[in-house]
């Protein structure tokens, strides 16, 4: 599985963006998908993640309220949608999938990672 995430920008705080996240290779319904975040000097921390069904899904404490993970089996993509943006939210945003349903929140149980978009909002 390949996976490419775009749809960063500059946003003000209570701004709202989406990422997608658009996969390629067969079967991408059998696997969870997930979104991280790196923000400078920190580590890569777990945002969301929803199932191959897209019936389950889990969020951060942090965006709780805020963002919601959906998905497209149809055209192979997950979507971020970022709601109600604040400084703190500024990283660089990484999807990643896996075919089990194991460990969600660790970046360690993802096998296919994204390139990063970056996205940053300003007070």
């Known amino acids: 599985v390949q996976l490419q995430a775009f749809g960063g920008g500059l946003v003000q705080a209570g701004g709202s963006l989406r990422l997608s996240c658009a996969a390629s290779g067969r079967a991408f319904s059998g696997y969870v998908v997930a979104w991280f975040r790196q923000a400078p000097g920190k580590e890569r921390s777990f945002i969301a993640s929803?199932?191959?069904?897209?019936?389950?899904?889990y969020y951060a404490d942090s965006v709780k309220g805020r963002f919601t993970v959906s998905r497209d089996n149809a055209s192979n993509t997950v979507y971020l949608w970022m709601d109600n943006l604040i400084p703190e939210d500024t990283a660089v945003y990484y999807c990643a999938a896996k075919a089990n349903s194991r460990n969600n929140y660790s970046t360690t149980a993802y096998n296919y990672w994204g390139q990063g978009t970056q996205v940053t909002v300003s007070s």
């Open positions: 929803i199932s191959g069904s897209g019936r389950t899904t």
